[in-house]
């Protein structure tokens, strides 16, 4: 190796070296929020007896601080049916958020369906996909009872078979080889 | 011609082979005796006055040498057939200028906060003076930017003008072209009212579709699981700083190569025979009886 070769590769090394210095931390701010999360958020929505197990009460609260009303979210919410099979004891917060992408779905009574009014998403009382574009059921939000009173907490998804899986952005299907192909994101909650 | 007094000689559009300098006068017949014309002092000082333009640019250009390329670049040959279709390129450069310029001057007024870019907006559309108007000459400009960057390349497709040794140029093209997307993509959320709100919802929410890449992309574009006050700061930070920066170097680019290859002519445009070649194949045919074959 000659002098002048060792000093072009310390002086391209030196080089790349302050270049990545740069580059690095630039890059890593600007990814950093995909491995952030934030801190777990509880709300209370009302009184327990405010909710019955044969229809929804819409609740509307905060999922994201800091952009005033924009951050407001809106739930469907009844306690646990036993005639289709769930614990009378729990609470069922369902979101309005369509699987499809991401339109807010209404709750139709007289049909006892949630419909989207963007692309025709239909899915039936507890949330599952009936017809139209959504890839999987209604998301839904953990919910627990403190002195009487109701609270929701972080968002989790539901596959087919409303088994809660982490929570996944509207368009991406849940269950099977699909949990591999739509990683679950570390910034959401682990589902309860 | 007086234009041409302001124009430094190197700079002036090359005369046409044979037609002379433009100085060609015939001698006095008196040359010899005649005394030697001097014009007055005056005279002197008016010359040089109006060459003092000239002698502007000529020290700029003795310093960076610019007129050779300059005038390679203004007076470059364009092929026969050249119609308005060629146009469109420069017309999308120039709604890229328009967008630059306005945008420069709506973000002496706008405010990229979560809870006070929607009341920014609404002052400069009802109490800036213009407000509205430069507002919405980047708002309409941005749709006119797009409709000329697929008419731009529907022309190149279509007369066939990406074919070699220009496809690099399409190469860079395309990328421009989804650089502007993600200017209108991300430009279209900075209101920050209830259209621009879901529509960036459900755009990135169609990013995060895509298989394994896709969750953390959307995850990256909000800053996070959901849309919040960070998504407008990145977005607008990736609306005025990231993505013109990349723009304005790729247009740069993209223009070298079009002045260094110059264009195409229109596909109905026959190539012609080179007019040395036909003289000699008729001198082939006449004066030589027949040609020897040596002639070609």
Redesign the interface.
Known sequence: MTRRRVFTVAAQGLGGLAGAAIVLPAVGF??A??F?R?KERWEVVGPIDDFVDDTYRQVVFT??????D??KTLAYVRKGSKELGEDPGEIIAVSNRCAH???PVRFVEAAGNFICPCHGGVYDFVGKVLGGPPVRPLDRFQTRIRRGQVEIGPRYSVTSQLEPVR??????FTGGVWE??????P??FPPP | MKLDSLIPAPLRKPAKPGSGNGVAKPAPSDLKTAPPERPSEGQQMLDRAKEAPADVLAWVDQRTAASGFLTGMLYRKVPKGTNWFYTLGSATLFAFIVQAVTGVFLAMFYVPSATEAYASISHINNEVFLGQFVHGMHKWGASVMVILIFLHMGRTFFFGAYKYPRELNWVIGVVLLILTMTMAFTGYLLPFDQRSFWASIVGININGTGPVVGPYLSDFLRAGPELGATTLARFYAIHMLLIPGALIALIGAHMYLVVKLGTTAPPWVRAQRPKVAASVSQLDAGANGGGNGRAR
């Open positions: 600007a990814v929020p995909i952030h934030g999922e994201t601080e800091g952009i005033a924009a951050g992408l991401g339109c929570a996944r952005d509207p368009g991406e591999y192909l739509y990683p679950p994101r910034s959401t």
